[in-house]
């Protein structure tokens, strides 16, 4: 059976082209940089909002028109990995992603849960022989479930500290099975609402106990997928142990876990921090601590996490010179974890959404690529900061220098001058590359 029968493999044709259905930028076999477009970008499909999202929100049932939810329980899990394989082979994606409540229900136990996961993970590793797409990473849906009320990993009870481990030591084995590149702890309830009734510290340790277990279990059964931590700030609880890369940084330092767990990181999570995308790809870059990235972008008129599919040519850019400027993303990928819009609600968008999705960060990668060919951003940084490659600056740079040494410059100083930063020209400068980009392809 097809669930998109009027629909064909999406191909590639030029900027010009008028076919909805086509990439106008994101060319799989073109090279930049010496590597393909599809082994640079590593696109994946989130299971969860293309496959199982309704479309409900808080104040409306959900519109979504899904041939497959005519099926319940187990049969509309299977359903649901037909249309996934016949997606991912009409996109023409290489990876995928989910957690585990998004691949089968749960049961009346946790042991029927896992049994359930059985089925449909061997139903999964089945189609998987016959695709080119793979696993980029798996998590445990540790939550949604009302037992997670009070968080996971950082619960105050011991039952439910112990049911979180239960369905990572699961998921590792499932990723260990489905050959996943990753494997991501994505900390929903991982924070605490007030200090009132919250012990911060058992919280934290038991935390960072719960990492390491995971990392001895992996080396256990042989799963060598790299760990990855997602930052998720103010989703739901108002403070979250995994706020942003920083915060993230400090406690996997603090933990003895920064050999071990890399960051995931999310453009929407980036705003609710009230930072951008790529001030999160720069930080996690800069300590070598980029793996992999959720591609999404959020709504500048709305103070929530609307995953919404990314359009922005700017910030695709900014995001991949630093996802370039990296050497890529390794085991890491760029999967959508966005979804279509609430009136979008027909099959077909689920292949506008991905298409315009994969052309905007495929207008980036270019762009990028020409910026750093040409160094536009690095002469700019090198020229602000030139004062520090002689005299007292190259002191301070090599440690040749204390306060006695900087005083005495200091009172030697008939005036300072500064250079412009020129922040206007800069971004004309990024306007004129991605105009120009375009000209070239057209």
Not at 38 to 50: G, P, Q, S
Not at 350 to 377: E, R, T, Y
Request: glycine share 8%; net charge negative.
């Amino acid at each position: 059976m097809s669930f998109f029968p009027n629909i064909q493999s999406i191909k590639y044709e030029r900027p010009g082209s008028t076919n909805p259905y086509a990439f106008k930028f994101y060319n799989p076999e073109e090279k930049i940089g010496g590597k393909t477009m599809e082994d640079y970008l590593r696109f994946a499909v989130a299971y969860w909002h293309t496959f199982t999202e309704d479309l409900s929100d808080p104040f409306g049932t959900g519109t979504a028109e899904r041939p497959w939810d005519k099926y319940e329980g187990m049969d509309l899990a299977k359903a649901r990995v037909e249309a996934a394989f016949e997606f991912f082979e009409k996109l023409n994606v290489p990876f995928f992603c989910f957690h585990d409540v998004d691949i089968a229900p749960e049961g009346n136990s946790l042991r029927e849960t896992n049994q359930n996961l059985d089925t449909i993970v061997a139903m999964i590793k089945d189609y998987m022989k016959d695709s080119k797409t793979k696993l980029l990473w798996n998590t445990a849906n540790n939550f949604t479930n009302p037992r997670f009320l009070h968080g996971a990993a950082s619960a105050n009870n011991a039952d439910v500290y112990a049911n979180a481990a239960a369905k990572v030591k699961k998921g590792l084995e499932i990723g260990k099975e489905l050959g996943g590149q990753n494997y991501v702890f994505w900390g929903g309830r991982e924070g605490y609402e007030t200090l009132l009734n919250t012990d911060m510290k058992l919280e934290l340790d038991n935390l960072g106990r719960f990492y390491h277990m995971a990392v001895e279990y992996a080396k256990e059964i042989g799963f060598d997928g790299q760990f990855l931590i997602e930052p998720k700030p103010k989703e739901p609880t108002s403070h979250q142990y995994d706020f942003d890369v920083a915060s993230g940084y400090a406690f996997l330092q603090h933990y003895d876990l920064q050999d071990y767990i890399k960051f995931n990181i999310e453009a929407n999570h980036a705003t609710l921090a009230g930072h951008t995308f790529e001030h999160e790809l720069h930080y996690a870059r800069a300590v070598n601590m980029l793996g992999s990235v959720d591609a999404n972008q959020g709504h500048p008129l709305l103070g929530w996490d609307t995953d919404e599919f990314p359009t922005d040519l700017y910030s695709t850019t900014l995001a991949m010179y630093e996802i370039v400027k990296n050497g890529g993303l390794g085991k890491g990928g760029l999967n959508f974890d966005a979804k279509v819009r609430r009136g979008s609600f027909k099959p077909e968008d689920l292949f506008h959404a991905h298409i315009a999705g994969m052309d905007s960060f495929a207008v980036g990668l270019k762009v990028a690529q020409n910026l750093l060919d040409d160094q536009v951003l690095e002469n700019v940084v090198q020229d602000r900061y030139d004062s520090y490659t002689e005299g007292i600056g190259l002191d301070i740079m090599e440690g040749k220098t204390d306060f006695h040494k900087l005083e005495e410059h200091a009172l030697g100083l008939t005036e300072i001058h500064h250079k412009s930063g020129q922040l206007e020209k800069i971004k004309a400068t990024i306007n004129q590359y991605l105009l120009t980009a375009y000209a070239q392809n057209k």
